[in-house]
């Protein structure tokens, strides 16, 4: 059903730096308390096992952290960490088993993206729906961003979203990065009703703001990827996001279009502005491809995947995006490549088949081969886009 491969080399289609297959597994299964609580878990229906798709994965000092959203019913654990048995690689509830319980409302809901920075803050951004991709979701509590200290092994704030800022029932909070130096986090709405936004919050104010630009966020209703040779819709707003070394662009791009978007975030971090104010200075980069996770370099490049051809690229500003260096590609195995990470010179990404599982055509018998894997890249000397000098250097814990 699953299968670890550590620092395997693979051949890929095209490459132009080395590139390792790290894990890759048939189903996702976790590190139950017991085999009977998960046989249970599988005869009331916490586990359905073709409702589970690993979406992002971040790394902190050689540990694995990974999300499993709640698209569907029946996901037990949406935020773990890899652990092995000897044999498997199961994902680990983190921070606990207690904070997966949707029946607590202190608990982790729906985390589909989180980012780690330089200090060992884990910003874990959790939707608060459940179950999005069914035809009745559930709105039970609001959407919320909790920074967890790794280190301290502690929650250092929890910030619920205002409806106004992420509305509680159509908002679907997607992806994160943060600006450790000036204290801001960036996030993507993928708007199930409409258009979609950014959502900028400030950390030393704990206060946020939601932007939105009908121009370059509103989704295209006949939005579809090919990914060879069939054809899926994709009807999805923003969605992926990436931020400039030096913490002053903030690039992002829709599922359902193929350009990338720019804009000063001097001016998503002034609150005084108006959307209209902000969306005048928004710039049209190019068109990229159909994208769905994208991050950035300390060099300034900005590295993204190429949904339609199964591949990475990386596009350095200042130049034609169409001139983006294709960094790895395989048609077979790197389906629908996701959320990156990086830990020193390597960035990490998932592949994930995504267009199989959104339109229930994966299969989890092995006979289609593994379906979810993480992936590593080389990418020396180049390093994140995250500054390492983050301010607070540290906080105490609030809870």
Request: contains cysteine; negative net charge.
């Amino acid at each position: 059903m699953f299968k670890m491969i550590l620092m395997l080399f693979v051949p890929i289609v095209i490459a132009t730096v080395p590139s390792n297959l790290l894990f890759e597994w048939v189903a996702l299964d976790f590190n139950w308390p017991s085999p009977e609580h998960r046989q249970t878990a599988i005869e009331n229906g916490t586990y359905v096992i073709e409702n589970n798709c690993l979406a992002g994965v971040k790394v902190w000092e050689d540990e694995y952290f990974v999300t499993v959203p709640r698209w569907k019913t029946g996901v037990p654990v949406t935020l773990a960490k890899l652990v092995s048995n000897g044999t498997d690689v199961l994902l680990d509830a983190f921070p606990s088993w207690e904070m997966q319980d949707v029946r607590n409302p202190s608990a982790f809901r729906f985390v589909q993206s989180m980012e780690i920075d330089s200090r060992g803050w884990m910003w874990i951004l959790d939707a608060g729906r459940l179950d999005i991709l069914e035809s009745d979701p559930i709105n039970k509590l609001g959407p919320k961003l909790v920074i967890f200290d790794l280190e301290q092994n502690c929650t250092i704030r929890e910030f619920v979203f205002p409806d106004r800022v992420l509305n509680w029932t159509t908002s679907w909070a997607n992806d994160v990065v943060v600006d450790e130096s000036n204290g801001f986090a960036y996030i993507t709405d993928t708007n199930t009703a409409g258009i979609g936004g950014i959502i900028v919050y400030d950390f030393n104010k704990n206060l946020a703001r939601r932007f939105e630009d009908a121009a370059s966020m509103t989704p295209d209703a006949n939005g579809t990827v090919t990914i060879n040779n069939l054809t899926y819709p994709v009807k999805f707003p923003t969605d992926g996001i990436a931020l400039s070394h030096d913490s002053e662009t903030l690039y992002y791009c829709q599922l359902s279009r193929r350009e990338l978007f720019a804009v000063p975030t001097a001016l998503l971090r002034n609150f005084t502005l108006t959307n209209a104010e902000i969306a005048a200075e928004v710039e049209l980069v190019g068109e990229k491809g159909v994208s769905d996770g994208m991050t950035a370099t300390s060099t300034g490049d900005v590295i993204f995947g190429d949904v339609e051809e199964s591949a990475v690229k990386m596009w350095s500003p200042g130049t034609p995006i169409s001139d983006a260096v294709t960094l790895a590609a395989d048609p077979d195995l790197m389906q629908w490549p996701d959320t990156f990470a990086w830990q020193d010179s390597s960035v990490y990404f998932v592949s994930n088949r995504l267009q199989l599982f959104i339109n229930n055509t994966m299969k989890f018998d092995g006979s289609d081969g593994p379906n979810f894997r993480i992936w590593q890249l080389d990418l020396s000397p180049t390093t994140s886009y995250l500054t390492g000098a983050p301010n607070p250097v540290n906080a105490s814990c609030e809870l």
